[in-house]
Each structure stands twice: as C-alpha cells, then as structure tokens.
C-alpha cells in the first residue's frame, strides 16, 4: 500500500491491500461489509455525526414513538436485503395483516389499490374503459428498437393508457421518487419492462414469460410481506456498523481524491491524508462529482447533471378517539390527475402505526405525511410552523381529526436532496460516467442510489456488485484475510452507535 505519511508503526512486512469507502450510507456499508468479507482490509469514512445516511430512525419522547426519518420498510422480496440481514442476525419484523391495504387519493376520494386478481377485475381504480385499454396492451406493436428514450408517462401512456398512468403508475413513482412522470426515463425507472417490449413485443406477454420461467422458483418462495426491523431501520445500520468492528469513523469527510503512482491518496475535511490501494465513493452524485474531477471532467459534468428532489416529512400522532376517518393499511398516495383539495405539494401519507407495531401508544394513531418532491421544491422554503400547519391540515382531511384535536406529538425531517431523479438520458449518462472511470482508474468504484435503483435492495447490490469489480482487480486478487488498517497521519474519531443526529443536508425537529 502507498503512503505518502507512513505511521511509525507500519509493520515491516507489506501491509494488506486497504479499501477507502467514502460514505455511510446502506450502499457504502453493504460495499465495506462486502469487501470485509472478502479478507480485504476496508476502512469508512462518514462525513456526518451518525452512519446510515437516509436511513435513520428515531425513538423520541421517552421512547413512546419510533420515527424512520428516511426508508420505512422494504419488501420480502428484497433478496439482497434480506440475505444480509439473516447473515448479520439483523431482527426483522413483519408488517401487520392491514398492510395490504392500499389506497389512491382522487381528489376527494379515496380508491383502493387492488391486491387480488378478483379486486383487480372489480376494482373502482379504473372504470372500465380504461381495464379494457389495459387488455388490449398485447396487441400494441412496440417500438423500434433505436426510436427516442421515453419519459415513463409516454411509455405508460402508449402501453397502457392515459388512466393506467395517472391512477397507478404515475401514484406509485410520487412514493418512490417523488418524481415527475413526464420527465423520469422509462428505460432507467422500468428496464424490465421496456425490455419485455422490445423481448417479446408486450409488457403484458413479458410478465406472463418471466412468470412461466421463474414458476418453480416462485412456488417455494415464502410469502410476500412488508419488513422493517426491530427497533427500527437504524437497528439493520448498527449491525453493519458492529459488524464492520471500528472501521467506521463518523465526522471525517472526504474533500479531495488523487491517483498517486501506487493507489490512492485521500484528503480528509481537517487537512489530514490517507493513503489507500483502492476506493468506493459511495456518497451522493452531486459529492462524488467533485471528487472525480480530477480524474475526468467529463465523469464530473455526467454525475453533477443528477438532480435530486426534496421532501418534507412530517409525523403527526393524535388520540384515536379524536379521529372519525381513520382506515387500517399502508396509506395513501396521490394521484395527480385531479387537484388535492388540501395541499399541492402534498405527495402521500403513510399510516404507520397501522403498519408495523409498537410505533406509538397503543390509544393513539401516527401518521407520516410527505410533501415536496420534483414537483414542489418550494418545500425547501417552508418553515417548521408552516410544515404542522399544512400536514394539520391533510390530518383533519384525511383521518377526520377535529379542529380543536391536537396532535400528541409532531416531528419535521427535511430532506433537501431526498431521491435522486433518474430523468431522460440518465442510464446513458451514468454508464459513461462509470465506464471513463473504470478506464482511467480501475480501483475506484462509485456505489449508490443514484446508479442502478434507489431502493434499499438496489443500494446494497450496488455495493456487492463494487466489491465484485474491485476483487477482479491487481492488488486485491486473493487478498489474504487480515485486520483493518489504514496508514493516516492522526487516529480517525472513533463511532458512537447511539448518534441520533440527522443526515448532512436534512434537519429534524421534534416536538
Ligand atoms: C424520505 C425517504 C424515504 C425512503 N423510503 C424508502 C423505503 O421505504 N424503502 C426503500 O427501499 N427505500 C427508501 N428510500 C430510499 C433509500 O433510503 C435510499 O435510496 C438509500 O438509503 C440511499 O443509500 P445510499 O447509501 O446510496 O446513500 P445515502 O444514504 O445518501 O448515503 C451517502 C452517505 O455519504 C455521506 N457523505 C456525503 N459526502 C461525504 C463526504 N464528502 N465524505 C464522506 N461521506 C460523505 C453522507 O453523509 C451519507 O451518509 C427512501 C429515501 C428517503 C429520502
């Protein structure tokens, strides 16, 4: 390993190959656990007070409600996720029986998501031009192979239909990326199924052959659920963080990257250099495009062109006899073909205590409400009061609190750079950013949300996959098994497990 400010301790013999994660988030952790597993020898460097990065969780008021500032749950089918988690000992809990119900905000009216084949024929989701629109997919020619990338509302639109777009699709990607259907990429959001057009000339004859393939593998596959974990999704990061044994070091950002002759020399916030053989930069798009400039302009221009939207996340608990609306599932997410007659900016809202258990006391009923995403950064300008007053507001709408009901407890995230937007051109852009890197620097990997899917199961197979690449590289063939070690000039701070601080760029309050 290179060192351009060797310690006076460095053994005499080689020391092992030594990976440099910059960032704390799932996918930087999933990556370091990854490579640690491998024998190499991996150090994390977290820019901020706590590790885990959007994934935070929160019991506040003498531990009487558990809040999940960022991700709140993910499915059974997230193989990677749940792999890990059983390999950590991570608690997982399942979601309650009510979970299943889904709901889609019209309007005023609120329309159930169907869960069956029998509620997907009966549901009022769609009236029935719009089922009949749906059946006739099959028999749409696809496109040409080479016509131009489409936004997901042209492709849903031209596949499915208008209604299909508006009442469940467009609904779903506000509750994943608080994204703008007319301006998310297809090919980047849905590569499945834009492949199931051009595979097999129809989304509808794509499914039917995935499903027909994968038969017996969905035969013995346990039944779907809702997971999240015991104590909340902080627990899954504390694992990791236990797991990876003092090689996470809170509060050390990263502020510059260059190739030395031997491998990598890293600048740390407080002047500090570290040396390493390889590197993962598993921090947001618009951070890593500052630390590749170096290595090519072009990379930088691709990655700093991600934009993120914001969102504001605020939890509400009221007694539950104060409330006269209140239904038992999952939630409601808005569908933008008819105005809310509440909030614009409202995006959805999550009726968490009804999903998962011991989230609040058992007489009362929290809620998350998100607002904001790519359609509403004015979020951004919101005040605190003005976030209680606007998710007061959709309570009263929504779960029919009365007027002089206050809520038990409110409790603001803001999320300025929440979901990065995969827009047009952005598979494209991301797959020459990797590939002018990879050429010119064959140990540096980039892992994150903003690559291959922004869901927990896609953070951590993008770490996996990193490590992957890097293990097929020089120095870290057959790396022997060996302790940690990382030449600096200065100790790194050492983590506390129990850092309850928000997120750099995202601000909490509770009250
Ligand atoms: C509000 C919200 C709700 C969500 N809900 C769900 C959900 O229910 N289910 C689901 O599957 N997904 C959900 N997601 C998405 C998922 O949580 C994220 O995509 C995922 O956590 C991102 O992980 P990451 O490691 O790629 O990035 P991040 O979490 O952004 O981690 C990057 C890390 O890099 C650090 N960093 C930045 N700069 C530097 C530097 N210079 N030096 C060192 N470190 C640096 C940051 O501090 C951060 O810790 C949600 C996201 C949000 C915001």
């Not at 492709?155 to 508006?166: K, P, Q, S, Y």
Request: charged share 15%.
């Amino acid at each position: 390993m290179s060192d351009s400010h060797p310690l006076p301790d460095v053994p005499e013999k080689q020391p092992s190959p030594t990976v440099v994660v910059v960032g704390a988030g799932i996918s930087g952790l999933a990556c370091a656990y990854a490579l640690q597993q491998a024998g190499v020898a991996v150090q994390v460097l977290e820019a901020s007070s706590q590790a885990g990065g959007w994934v935070q969780s929160f019991a506040v008021e003498e531990h009487r409600y558990l809040l999940e500032g960022g991700p709140n749950s993910f499915p059974s089918s997230s193989k990677a996720v749940v792999a890990l988690a059983e390999q950590l000992g991570v608690p997982l809990v399942s979601a309650n029986e009510n979970a299943k119900h889904r709901f889609i905000a019209l309007g005023a009216d609120l329309l159930t998501v169907p869960h069956s084949l029998w509620s997907a024929i009966t549901t009022n989701l769609l009236p029935w031009r719009a089922k009949l629109r749906l059946l006739q997919e099959p028999f749409i020619a696809p496109l040409s192979a080479d016509a131009p990338e489409e936004t997901v509302a042209q492709f849903v639109e031209r596949r499915l239909g208008v209604l299909a777009h508006t009442r469940m699709v467009q609904p779903f990607l506000t509750g994943v990326y608080a994204g703008n259907s007319n301006q998310l990429s297809a090919k980047a959001v849905f590569p499945k199924l834009v492949a199931y057009e051009q595979d097999y000339g129809s989304i509808i004859k794509g499914l039917l052959a995935s499903f027909r393939k994968n038969k017996s593998k969905i035969k013995n596959k346990r039944p779907y659920a809702l997971l999240n974990c015991a104590g909340g999704m902080k627990t899954f990061i504390q694992k990791l963080v236990q797991a990876l044994a003092g090689t996470v070091h809170l509060n050390t950002p990263v502020t510059g990257l260059k190739q030395t002759a031997s491998g990598w020399e890293l600048q740390l916030g407080n002047g500090q250099k570290i040396s390493a053989d390889g590197v993962v930069l598993a921090a947001p798009a618009f951070v890593t495009s500052q630390l590749v400039a170096s290595l090519s302009t072009e990379a930088r221009l691709l990655l700093d062109a991600v934009e993120y939207a914001p969102i504001t996340v605020v939890y509400q608990a009221f007694k539950k006899r104060h409330l006269t609306n209140r239904k038992e599932g999952f939630g409601v997410l808005r569908s933008w073909e008819v105005p809310n007659p509440v909030n614009q900016a409202w995006l959805g809202s999550l009726w968490t205590s009804s999903v998962f258990p011991n989230r609040c006391p058992k007489d009362e009923w929290l809620v998350s409400h998100f607002f904001g995403g790519a359609c509403h950064t004015d979020v951004l300008l919101w005040s605190e009061s003005r976030a209680i007053e606007e998710a007061t507001a959709q309570s009263r709408w929504l779960l029919g609190s009365a007027p002089k009901a206050m809520p038990t407890l409110n409790a603001v995230f803001n999320h300025a750079k929440a979901i990065p937007q995969y827009t047009l051109g952005h598979t494209d852009r991301m797959s020459i950013a990797q590939t002018l890197l990879a050429y010119q620097a064959p140990t540096l990997q980039l892992v994150g949300n903003y690559l291959q899917g922004i869901n927990l199961n896609s953070c951590v197979e993008s770490g996996q996959v990193a490590c992957e690449k890097l293990l097929k590289m020089p120095p870290f063939q057959k790396a022997p098994q060996a302790p940690a070690s990382v030449h600096t000039t200065e100790p790194l701070p050492p983590i506390s497990l129990d850092d309850n601080v928000s997120a750099i760029d995202s601000t909490a309050t509770i009250h």
